[in-house]
Protein backbone atom coordinates (compact mmCIF):
# COMPACT_ATOMS: atom_id res chain seq x y z
CA UNK A 1 0.00 0.00 0.00
CA UNK A 2 1.01 3.93 -0.85
CA UNK A 3 0.13 7.10 -0.31
CA UNK A 4 -0.23 9.14 -3.56
CA UNK A 5 -0.79 12.71 -4.25
CA UNK A 6 -3.72 13.55 -6.31
CA UNK A 7 -4.89 16.85 -8.12
CA UNK A 8 -9.15 16.68 -7.12
CA UNK A 9 -11.07 16.71 -11.05
CA UNK A 10 -13.08 19.61 -10.10
CA UNK A 11 -10.85 21.78 -8.97
CA UNK A 12 -7.58 20.57 -9.41
CA UNK A 13 -6.84 21.38 -5.70
CA UNK A 14 -3.93 19.05 -4.95
CA UNK A 15 -5.05 16.41 -2.41
CA UNK A 16 -3.52 13.04 -0.85
CA UNK A 17 -5.09 8.85 -1.25
CA UNK A 18 -4.30 5.91 -0.14
CA UNK A 19 -4.09 3.09 -2.64
CA UNK A 20 -4.26 -0.96 -2.04
CA UNK A 21 -1.52 -3.25 -3.40
CA UNK A 22 -4.16 -3.33 -6.96
CA UNK A 23 -3.17 0.35 -7.10
CA UNK A 24 -6.54 1.10 -6.75
CA UNK A 25 -8.14 4.14 -4.30
CA UNK A 26 -9.06 2.52 -1.03
CA UNK A 27 -13.19 3.47 -1.00
CA UNK A 28 -13.17 4.41 2.53
CA UNK A 29 -10.34 6.09 2.76
CA UNK A 30 -10.58 8.11 -0.34
CA UNK A 31 -14.23 9.49 0.55
CA UNK A 32 -12.72 10.70 4.36
CA UNK A 33 -9.74 12.31 2.30
CA UNK A 34 -11.66 14.14 -0.31
CA UNK A 35 -13.85 15.22 2.21
CA UNK A 36 -10.81 17.13 4.08
CA UNK A 37 -9.85 18.59 1.08
CA UNK A 38 -13.46 20.08 0.41
CA UNK A 39 -14.06 21.71 3.73
CA UNK A 40 -10.18 22.90 3.04
CA UNK A 41 -7.84 21.32 5.62
CA UNK A 42 -4.48 21.92 4.85
CA UNK A 43 -3.03 19.72 2.74
CA UNK A 44 -0.03 18.70 5.19
CA UNK A 45 -2.99 17.44 7.63
CA UNK A 46 -4.82 15.64 4.90
CA UNK A 47 -1.59 14.20 3.85
CA UNK A 48 -0.50 13.14 7.88
CA UNK A 49 -4.14 11.82 8.12
CA UNK A 50 -3.34 9.33 4.89
CA UNK A 51 -0.39 8.01 6.05
CA UNK A 52 -1.92 7.46 9.34
CA UNK A 53 -5.22 5.59 7.82
CA UNK A 54 -2.44 3.41 5.34
CA UNK A 55 -0.96 2.29 8.19
CA UNK A 56 -4.05 1.03 10.16
CA UNK A 57 -5.45 -0.38 6.44
CA UNK A 58 -1.73 -2.52 6.51
CA UNK A 59 -2.14 -3.40 10.41
CA UNK A 60 -6.17 -4.58 9.37
CA UNK A 61 -4.51 -6.90 5.80
CA UNK A 62 -1.75 -8.58 8.44
CA UNK A 63 -4.81 -9.12 11.09
CA UNK A 64 -7.61 -10.01 8.50
CA UNK A 65 -10.15 -8.01 9.71
CA UNK A 66 -12.93 -5.34 8.22
CA UNK A 67 -12.47 -1.97 9.39
CA UNK A 68 -16.21 -1.74 9.69
CA UNK A 69 -15.97 -4.97 12.39
CA UNK A 70 -13.11 -4.37 14.71
CA UNK A 71 -13.18 -4.26 18.55
CA UNK A 72 -11.67 -1.79 21.16
CA UNK A 73 -9.21 -4.77 21.68
CA UNK A 74 -8.31 -5.11 17.92
CA UNK A 75 -7.47 -1.27 18.20
CA UNK A 76 -5.49 -2.27 21.29
CA UNK A 77 -2.86 -4.74 19.41
CA UNK A 78 -2.79 -1.87 16.39
CA UNK A 79 -1.26 0.19 18.60
CA UNK A 80 1.57 -2.36 20.04
CA UNK A 81 2.12 -3.09 16.66
CA UNK A 82 3.06 0.53 15.79
CA UNK A 83 5.28 0.27 18.77
CA UNK A 84 7.39 -2.45 16.39
CA UNK A 85 10.24 -2.15 14.34
CA UNK A 86 9.42 -2.98 10.48
CA UNK A 87 10.74 -6.53 10.45
CA UNK A 88 8.43 -6.81 13.65
CA UNK A 89 5.68 -5.59 11.99
CA UNK A 90 5.85 -7.79 8.87
CA UNK A 91 6.42 -10.71 11.08
CA UNK A 92 9.63 -11.31 9.38
CA UNK A 93 11.00 -11.64 13.18
CA UNK A 94 10.29 -12.27 17.19
CA UNK A 95 10.55 -8.71 18.83
CA UNK A 96 11.50 -9.07 22.17
CA UNK A 97 9.90 -7.06 24.92
CA UNK A 98 12.92 -5.17 26.20
CA UNK A 99 13.39 -2.90 21.90
CA UNK A 100 12.60 -0.08 22.46
CA UNK A 101 9.82 1.50 20.85
CA UNK A 102 9.62 2.16 16.81
CA UNK A 103 7.23 5.65 17.09
CA UNK A 104 7.24 7.79 20.16
CA UNK A 105 3.66 7.88 22.09
CA UNK A 106 2.72 11.22 21.09
CA UNK A 107 3.20 9.59 17.34
CA UNK A 108 0.96 7.15 18.33
CA UNK A 109 -1.51 9.45 19.91
CA UNK A 110 -1.50 11.32 16.68
CA UNK A 111 -2.27 8.30 14.61
CA UNK A 112 -5.21 7.12 16.88
CA UNK A 113 -6.53 10.88 16.87
CA UNK A 114 -6.60 10.59 12.82
CA UNK A 115 -8.19 7.36 13.48
CA UNK A 116 -10.62 8.67 15.39
CA UNK A 117 -11.74 11.61 13.25
CA UNK A 118 -12.10 8.84 10.55
CA UNK A 119 -14.49 6.71 12.63
CA UNK A 120 -16.69 9.99 13.55
CA UNK A 121 -16.36 10.99 9.89
CA UNK A 122 -18.24 6.96 9.27
CA UNK A 123 -20.49 7.25 11.79
CA UNK A 124 -22.11 10.73 10.34
CA UNK A 125 -22.63 8.90 7.50
CA UNK A 126 -24.12 5.45 8.59
CA UNK A 127 -21.56 3.08 9.19
CA UNK A 128 -22.20 1.61 12.07
CA UNK A 129 -19.06 1.38 13.79
CA UNK A 130 -20.26 2.53 17.36
CA UNK A 131 -18.51 4.74 20.00
CA UNK A 132 -15.00 2.80 19.10
CA UNK A 133 -12.45 4.88 20.05
CA UNK A 134 -14.74 8.14 21.97
CA UNK A 135 -16.21 7.35 25.15
CA UNK A 136 -18.85 10.18 26.91
CA UNK A 137 -17.64 10.80 30.16
CA UNK A 138 -19.35 13.58 32.56
CA UNK A 139 -16.82 17.39 32.40
CA UNK A 140 -14.47 18.33 34.54
CA UNK A 141 -15.61 18.74 38.21
CA UNK A 142 -12.08 21.50 38.95
CA UNK A 143 -9.74 23.39 37.13
CA UNK A 144 -10.44 25.99 34.05
CA UNK A 145 -13.76 26.26 32.83
CA UNK A 146 -14.42 27.86 29.83
CA UNK A 147 -17.19 30.64 28.75
CA UNK A 148 -20.65 29.32 29.42
CA UNK A 149 -19.47 26.81 30.80
CA UNK A 150 -22.87 26.74 32.81
CA UNK A 151 -24.38 26.40 29.86
CA UNK A 152 -23.17 22.76 28.95
CA UNK A 153 -22.97 21.87 32.45
CA UNK A 154 -23.58 18.36 33.60
CA UNK A 155 -23.83 17.15 30.09
CA UNK A 156 -21.27 14.51 28.44
CA UNK A 157 -18.07 14.99 27.19
CA UNK A 158 -16.29 12.94 24.39
CA UNK A 159 -13.16 11.40 25.61
CA UNK A 160 -10.54 9.15 23.41
CA UNK A 161 -10.92 5.34 24.58
CA UNK A 162 -7.27 5.03 24.18
CA UNK A 163 -4.39 7.26 24.71
CA UNK A 164 -1.07 6.79 25.90
CA UNK A 165 0.99 9.11 28.51
CA UNK A 166 3.67 11.52 25.96
CA UNK A 167 6.24 13.33 28.33
CA UNK A 168 5.12 17.01 27.59
CA UNK A 169 7.83 18.74 24.82
CA UNK A 170 8.74 22.27 25.41
CA UNK A 171 9.11 23.89 21.93
CA UNK A 172 12.67 24.07 20.69
CA UNK A 173 14.40 27.25 20.14
CA UNK A 174 17.28 28.71 19.07
CA UNK A 175 19.88 30.97 21.16
CA UNK A 176 20.80 34.39 19.66
CA UNK A 177 24.35 32.97 19.10
CA UNK A 178 23.17 30.23 16.95
CA UNK A 179 20.51 32.39 14.85
CA UNK A 180 23.28 34.70 13.91
CA UNK A 181 24.98 32.14 13.00
CA UNK A 182 22.56 31.16 10.27
CA UNK A 183 21.91 34.24 9.25
CA UNK A 184 26.29 34.48 8.49
CA UNK A 185 25.62 31.46 6.76
CA UNK A 186 23.20 32.34 4.09
CA UNK A 187 25.09 33.24 0.54
CA UNK A 188 22.31 35.08 -0.55
CA UNK A 189 20.12 38.11 0.47
CA UNK A 190 16.84 36.60 0.11
CA UNK A 191 17.63 33.69 2.06
CA UNK A 192 19.31 35.70 4.79
CA UNK A 193 15.50 37.61 4.37
CA UNK A 194 14.04 34.66 4.86
CA UNK A 195 15.51 33.59 8.27
CA UNK A 196 15.32 37.02 9.13
CA UNK A 197 11.19 37.33 9.04
CA UNK A 198 10.64 34.24 10.46
CA UNK A 199 12.95 35.08 13.61
CA UNK A 200 11.47 38.56 13.96
CA UNK A 201 7.77 37.85 13.14
CA UNK A 202 7.29 34.61 14.20
CA UNK A 203 4.93 34.19 11.14
CA UNK A 204 5.18 30.17 9.53
CA UNK A 205 6.75 29.26 6.46
CA UNK A 206 3.85 28.90 4.71
CA UNK A 207 3.11 32.33 5.97
CA UNK A 208 6.28 33.50 4.49
CA UNK A 209 5.92 31.48 1.00
CA UNK A 210 2.69 32.67 0.30
CA UNK A 211 3.45 36.63 1.11
CA UNK A 212 3.30 39.27 -2.20
CA UNK A 213 5.22 42.44 -2.27
CA UNK A 214 1.61 44.02 -1.24
CA UNK A 215 1.74 42.37 1.95
CA UNK A 216 4.98 44.59 2.93
CA UNK A 217 4.50 47.85 4.49
CA UNK A 218 8.11 49.93 4.93
CA UNK A 219 6.06 52.66 6.22
CA UNK A 220 4.77 51.48 8.61
CA UNK A 221 7.13 48.59 9.23
CA UNK A 222 4.22 45.69 8.93
CA UNK A 223 3.85 42.69 7.08
CA UNK A 224 0.41 41.26 6.59
CA UNK A 225 -0.29 37.46 6.54
CA UNK A 226 -3.13 37.03 3.89
CA UNK A 227 -5.10 33.76 3.69
CA UNK A 228 -5.32 32.89 -0.30
CA UNK A 229 -4.94 30.21 -2.95
CA UNK A 230 -0.82 30.24 -3.81
CA UNK A 231 0.85 28.61 -6.82
CA UNK A 232 3.92 26.96 -4.42
CA UNK A 233 1.03 25.37 -2.39
CA UNK A 234 1.94 27.80 0.80
CA UNK A 235 -0.81 28.42 2.87
CA UNK A 236 -1.55 30.32 5.87
CA UNK A 237 -3.20 28.02 9.07
CA UNK A 238 -4.91 30.89 9.87
CA UNK A 239 -7.97 31.86 7.67
CA UNK A 240 -7.96 35.13 9.45
CA UNK A 241 -5.95 38.10 8.05
CA UNK A 242 -3.42 39.34 10.76
CA UNK A 243 -0.68 42.33 10.57
CA UNK A 244 1.94 42.01 12.15
CA UNK A 245 4.89 44.59 13.13
CA UNK A 246 8.06 43.99 12.51
CA UNK A 247 11.93 45.51 13.17
CA UNK A 248 13.16 48.60 10.95
CA UNK A 249 16.63 46.48 10.04
CA UNK A 250 14.27 43.86 8.61
CA UNK A 251 12.68 46.38 6.43
CA UNK A 252 16.20 47.64 5.13
CA UNK A 253 16.78 43.90 4.69
CA UNK A 254 13.76 43.47 2.18
CA UNK A 255 14.84 46.60 0.33
CA UNK A 256 18.75 45.63 0.19
CA UNK A 257 16.98 42.04 -0.83
CA UNK A 258 14.53 43.42 -3.69
CA UNK A 259 17.60 45.82 -5.32
CA UNK A 260 20.29 43.91 -5.09
CA UNK A 261 18.93 40.08 -6.07
CA UNK A 262 15.13 40.37 -7.00
CA UNK A 263 15.15 43.24 -9.44
CA UNK A 264 12.74 43.61 -12.04
CA UNK A 265 11.80 40.34 -12.18
CA UNK A 266 8.28 39.99 -12.92
CA UNK A 267 5.79 38.33 -9.70
CA UNK A 268 3.66 38.98 -7.40
CA UNK A 269 5.70 37.16 -5.12
CA UNK A 270 8.05 37.69 -2.41
CA UNK A 271 10.30 34.85 -2.10
CA UNK A 272 10.64 33.55 -5.86
CA UNK A 273 13.50 31.15 -7.42
CA UNK A 274 16.22 33.24 -8.31
CA UNK A 275 19.50 30.71 -8.43
CA UNK A 276 17.89 27.71 -9.79
CA UNK A 277 15.28 27.36 -12.31
CA UNK A 278 12.72 28.16 -13.36
CA UNK A 279 13.18 31.40 -12.24
CA UNK A 280 10.82 33.70 -11.19
CA UNK A 281 8.31 30.93 -9.81
CA UNK A 282 7.32 31.07 -6.10
CA UNK A 283 9.80 29.31 -3.59
CA UNK A 284 8.81 26.06 -2.65
CA UNK A 285 8.19 24.03 0.32
CA UNK A 286 11.17 21.60 -0.43
CA UNK A 287 13.54 24.56 -1.71
CA UNK A 288 13.20 26.04 1.70
CA UNK A 289 14.13 22.63 3.28
CA UNK A 290 16.71 22.04 0.85
CA UNK A 291 18.23 25.61 2.18
CA UNK A 292 17.98 24.17 5.56
CA UNK A 293 19.97 21.32 5.05
CA UNK A 294 22.77 22.99 3.51
CA UNK A 295 22.52 25.59 6.68
CA UNK A 296 22.72 23.01 8.87
CA UNK A 297 25.79 21.29 7.15
CA UNK A 298 27.46 25.21 7.34
CA UNK A 299 26.92 25.60 10.87
CA UNK A 300 26.68 22.46 12.77
CA UNK A 301 23.45 23.53 13.98
CA UNK A 302 20.67 20.91 13.35
CA UNK A 303 17.75 23.28 13.45
CA UNK A 304 14.22 23.49 11.74
CA UNK A 305 12.54 26.10 10.27
CA UNK A 306 9.69 25.91 12.76
CA UNK A 307 12.19 26.99 15.46
CA UNK A 308 12.48 30.34 14.54
CA UNK A 309 8.66 30.59 14.98
CA UNK A 310 9.30 29.37 18.82
CA UNK A 311 11.98 31.49 19.31
CA UNK A 312 9.72 34.47 18.67
CA UNK A 313 7.21 33.67 20.86
CA UNK A 314 9.35 32.97 23.60
CA UNK A 315 11.15 36.02 23.10
CA UNK A 316 8.04 38.67 23.10
CA UNK A 317 6.71 36.41 26.27
CA UNK A 318 9.86 36.64 28.27
CA UNK A 319 9.97 40.62 27.47
CA UNK A 320 6.44 40.71 29.21
CA UNK A 321 4.43 41.36 25.72
CA UNK A 322 1.31 40.20 27.14
CA UNK A 323 0.17 36.19 26.20
CA UNK A 324 -3.14 37.73 24.70
CA UNK A 325 -1.26 39.76 22.27
CA UNK A 326 1.47 37.00 21.41
CA UNK A 327 -1.55 35.05 20.94
CA UNK A 328 -2.96 37.39 18.26
CA UNK A 329 0.53 38.02 16.71
CA UNK A 330 1.01 34.38 16.05
CA UNK A 331 -2.47 33.77 14.82
CA UNK A 332 -3.55 31.31 16.91
CA UNK A 333 -7.58 30.51 17.46
CA UNK A 334 -7.36 31.41 21.37
CA UNK A 335 -5.26 32.52 24.02
CA UNK A 336 -5.25 28.70 25.43
CA UNK A 337 -3.26 27.66 22.06
CA UNK A 338 -0.62 29.94 23.18
CA UNK A 339 -0.46 29.02 26.48
CA UNK A 340 -0.85 25.30 26.22
CA UNK A 341 2.68 25.62 23.57
CA UNK A 342 4.72 28.07 25.38
CA UNK A 343 2.99 28.90 29.08
CA UNK A 344 6.30 27.17 30.29
CA UNK A 345 9.06 28.46 32.58
CA UNK A 346 12.79 26.80 32.64
CA UNK A 347 14.47 27.69 36.15
CA UNK A 348 16.06 30.85 34.72
CA UNK A 349 12.84 32.42 33.73
CA UNK A 350 11.93 32.03 37.11
CA UNK A 351 14.69 33.50 38.67
CA UNK A 352 14.57 36.53 36.45
CA UNK A 353 10.79 36.84 37.48
CA UNK A 354 11.70 36.48 41.15
CA UNK A 355 14.17 39.04 40.99
CA UNK A 356 12.38 41.79 39.03
CA UNK A 357 9.68 41.35 41.80
CA UNK A 358 12.43 41.86 44.59
CA UNK A 359 11.97 37.95 45.96
CA UNK A 360 15.80 37.78 46.53
CA UNK A 361 16.78 41.19 47.90
CA UNK A 362 18.13 41.56 51.66
CA UNK A 363 16.01 44.74 52.39
CA UNK A 364 13.30 44.12 53.85
CA UNK A 365 13.45 40.21 54.37
CA UNK A 366 11.75 39.64 57.61
CA UNK A 367 13.72 36.17 57.97
CA UNK A 368 17.52 35.56 58.11
CA UNK A 369 19.66 32.51 57.29
Not at 213 to 220: L, P, R, S, T, Y
Not at 223 to 237: C, E, H, L
Amino acid sequence: MQVQRVAMPASRVGSWTVLGNDDVPVEPVERYLAYLTDIERSPNTIKGYAHDLKDYWVFLARRGLDWREVRLEDIGEFVAWLRLPPSGRSGEVAVLPPVQAHVCAATVNRKLAALAAFYAYQARHGVDVGDLLVTWQPGQRGGWKPFLHHVSKGKLQPRRTIALKAPAKLPRILAAAETQAILDACGHLRDRFLCALLYDSGVRVGEALGMRHEDVAAADRTITIVARANDNGARSKSRQQRTVPVSAPLIRLWADYLATEYGDLDSDYLFVNLFAGPRGRALSYPAVYDLVKRLRRRTGIDFDPHWWRHSAATRMLRDGVPIEVVSKLLGHSSVTTTSAIYGHLTAEDARRALEAAGWFSVTGTEVTW
